[in-house]
């Protein structure tokens, strides 16, 4: 089995403007922030084509929100959160899918002062490329040190190693070694509507780094989307992007649809480990065990190499949210059958397939909305998810995922590793649950 685990380091990389040289954005995931310069009004913007202006402004102590559509100007401000509570030394403005949002810098710390989802003010469709290749960044008033480009990220989750087809990491060459590749939820202010995928750089030390965004065009409708909670697989001379259209889930339930929360696989042979990419889109059929509202979370493997067939991991919900997970199989990933389910949890997710030694085991992680004999751990399975024994490491708050990385055989002494995530929010409460969370690095513990 898996060796025991312990906590080696914790990560919070937080970094409103991830790229400067993004504009005309591709995706809406943009951001503008600056210093503040002295005792005036300050004001951030991004500039439309089409005349539209989505501002922010600090004056007097408040944040507020400016939106200019079609000529007329709305001021929108948050009561309860708009009042700066200690001297803020930067403004930030964020696009994010559809939610614009105003950020302070405070005690060391960005703090959300106000937010909006323009779709309920009239707006225009933020996913509509056209449109987006007409905004352009601007700031007037007491500003300084500007920044413009692409929206990072105030936390990461839904960690998940990059692999070949054949379920090892992929490693490429590092200041200290070779690193291993993951894929993340970079966590906008706000709710699941406000994130994307990233990808990231673990080096041997520890260490990890930002490298890449994927974004999505889905079958079915037109735009560009942040969809997440991601595998990217190398097979072969291509990529493969399984993902899960968390990108316009609703925050309100009475909002959410039965069948529209899915996954969507991508194919692609740019690199990309580097940049921004926009990537088309194909639904992947999943089978369920029953009546299911939706699927997510995939992991795809090819256990015996090309030309074999295919494992894919993922987790169905009964409810909106009462899910579990399952894997299916096939001879290729348009003909999978189910092979098994874990149809005693109603809070288990992060489905991951791992070799270990010649067996394939099943990670997955039990939240604590589980009963009480399957509550917080990592669960291990056999391939029909037949429970075979528990991963032996810290459960951290949320539902984390069991992403283990293994020796790497190039590396005398290397040891095994886990990479996870927890619930911590930034932001402060505005921003709310979706900002989860720290990266928790963990390593193979030392025999007692």
């Not at 200041?175 to 939820?185: C, M, N, P």
């Not at 919900?317 to 098994?340: C, E, I, K, N, Q």
């Not at 030694?357 to 669960?379: E, I, K, Q, Y």
Request: aromatic share 8%; hydrophobic share 40%; charged share 25%.
């Amino acid at each position: 089995m898996l060796p025991p685990f312990e906590i080696a380091a914790r990560h919070r990389p937080v970094s409103l403007v991830t790229a400067t040289d993004v504009f005309p954005l591709r995706a809406p995931f943009g951001a503008v922030e600056a210093g503040i310069s002295g005792a005036g009004s300050a004001e951030l913007a991004l500039d439309g084509a089409d005349g539209t202006r989505l501002a922010v402004r600090l004056e007097d102590g408040r944040a507020s929100l400016r939106v200019r559509i079609g000529g007329a100007e709305q001021a929108l401000h948050s009561r309860r959160y708009g009042r700066v509570r200690a001297p803020a030394t930067r403004l930030a403005l964020t696009l994010t899918g559809s939610q614009l949002a105003v950020l302070t810098h405070e005690r060391g710390a960005w703090v959300a002062r106000g937010r909006i989802d323009l779709r309920e003010i009239g707006g225009p469709d933020t996913r509509d490329p056209a449109w987006l290749a007409g905004l352009r960044p601007d700031a007037s008033g007491a500003v300084d040190d500007v920044r413009a480009g692409s929206f990072g990220q105030l936390g990461l989750r839904d960690i998940r190693l990059v692999s070949h087809a054949d379920g090892s990491p992929y490693r490429v060459a590092g200041g200290d070694g070779t690193d291993v590749l993951f894929t993340a939820t970079s966590a906008g202010p706000g709710f699941f509507d406000t994130a994307h995928t990233s990808v990231w750089s673990l080096c041997a030390t520890g260490g990890i780094s930002w490298r890449s965004d994927l974004f999505f065009e889905r079958p079915d409708r037109p735009g560009v989307y942040g969809d997440h909670a991601t595998h990217l697989v190398r097979d072969g001379e291509r990529w493969l992007v399984a993902t899960s259209t968390w990108s316009d889930f609703p925050a309100r339930k009475a909002d959410r649809v039965p069948g529209s929360l899915g996954v969507t696989l991508a194919t692609s042979t740019d690199d990309l480990t580097r940049g921004q990419h926009v990537l088309a889109t194909r639904r992947l059929e999943l089978p369920t065990d029953g009546a299911s509202v939706g699927v997510w979370d995939p992991h795809l493997v090819r256990p015996d190499g090309p030309g074999g067939g295919w494992l894919v991991g993922y987790v169905s919900a009964r409810r909106f949210f009462d899910f579990h997970p399952l894997v299916a199989a096939g001879p290729s990933l348009d003909h999978l059958a189910l092979r098994g389910a874990a149809t005693d949890r109603r809070a288990t997710e992060g489905t991951t397939l791992l070799r270990v030694g010649a067996d394939w085991r099943v990670l997955a992680s039990d939240g604590r909305d589980n009963r009480r004999a399957v509550r917080g751990r990592f669960p291990v399975f056999d391939t029909a998810l037949r429970e075979v024994g528990t991963l032996a490491a810290p459960y951290p708050t949320n539902i984390p995922w069991p992403t283990v990385v293994p020796p790497d055989p190039g590396m005398p002494g290397d040891r095994w590793r886990l990479v996870t995530f927890d619930g911590t929010r930034y932001a402060g409460r505005l921003a709310g649950y979706g900002t989860h969370g720290d990266v928790l690095i963990m390593r193979q513990a030392p025999a007692t």
